[in-house]
């Protein structure tokens, strides 16, 4: 079975992206990993020469008594929404999220990440200084974010930026799998700048390898990108949205940090990051 590893500080935020956790799961016969964080403090043992091992411990089991009463919620939620039969586990881990969420992702074998965002300030921040952007651009596995805007409803329409390349063509194939048990629709956006090297031949060649799959392809002529998809995304009614983030960044030549982590602060329905596979 599938396992979705969704972080979690039981805020407003965290339980709002919850359902979409659950929703997720419910469709990719998934079972949900919960993954709570906490600071160890620091400790000068010249002042306090004691067992730190023992301060750790306890520390960690008044974390896990805490983790422990938070759950009753999560499941009253699941259950509140007929989603009580989805398996839940929780993991706690100290020190840096990120790097949490990674150890987890590989013990695991997690195949999708869901977090909460609040736009331009979301609990990454708030909790050890990061934040959506870097959990997109940081793990190996496709994120989904979820603004705190973002309440939940079905997921009818879903948008894939592209650039008419290769891998493009591969990360499409992963959106039509996810599409396919959503029963979504797929629309396709490329942004066509006025620079543009890519021809008309080669967009019609490009879509018509993606004649068995039932997409409808758009190209916009238009110098701001950001712009132009968050247009389209209202226009077109889009329930999610779903980009390639490239490892070496996205679109760096409009942006200093990429395109989807700038989106993810800027849109109110929820994004899914897609990483390029090896």
């Known amino acids: 079975m599938k396992k979705i590893l969704f972080p979690t500080d039981f805020s407003a935020i965290a339980n709002n992206a919850f359902l979409y956790a659950l929703k997720m799961a419910d469709t990719l016969e998934a079972e949900i990993v919960l993954l709570h964080t906490f600071d160890l403090p620091i400790i000068d043992n010249a002042e306090m020469p004691m067992n730190f091992k023992e301060i750790y411990d306890t520390l960690e089991v008044q974390q896990m008594e805490s983790f422990k009463d938070h759950i009753p919620n999560l499941q009253d939620i699941a259950s509140f929404n007929k989603l009580g039969h989805i398996k839940l586990s929780h993991i706690l881990k100290s020190g840096d999220l990120i790097y949490a969420m990674r150890e987890t992702i590989e013990e695991q074998n997690i195949s999708l990440v869901v977090m909460g965002t609040s736009g331009t300030s979301n609990w990454f921040e708030t909790l050890l ?19 705190i805007e973002a309440h939940y409803h079905k997921i009818e329409t879903i948008a894939f930026t592209t650039l008419y390349r290769e891998k493009d063509m591969t990360a499409l194939k992963r959106v039509m ?34 004649s068995q799959w039932p997409i409808q392809f758009f190209v916009i002529p238009h110098d701001n990108v950001r712009e132009t998809i968050q247009d389209f995304l209202h226009s077109q009614h889009i329930d999610l949205l779903t980009m390639l983030t490239e490892k070496r960044g996205f679109f760096e030549d409009l942006f200093s940090t990429s395109l989807t982590q700038k989106l993810s602060y800027k849109v109110d329905i929820p994004i899914m990051a897609l990483h390029e596979q090896d």
Do not use: F, H
Request: with cysteine.
């Open 129 to 147: 200084g990061s934040n959506a952007g870097e959990a997109i651009t940081m793990l190996p596995v496709p994120v989904l974010s979820i603004p």
């Open 177 to 210: 799998d996810i599409a396919e048990k959503l029963n979504a629709t797929v629309k396709c956006l490329y942004v066509r700048k006025s620079g543009s090297e890519i021809t008309d031949d080669q967009i019609s060649l490009w879509e018509a390898r993606c």
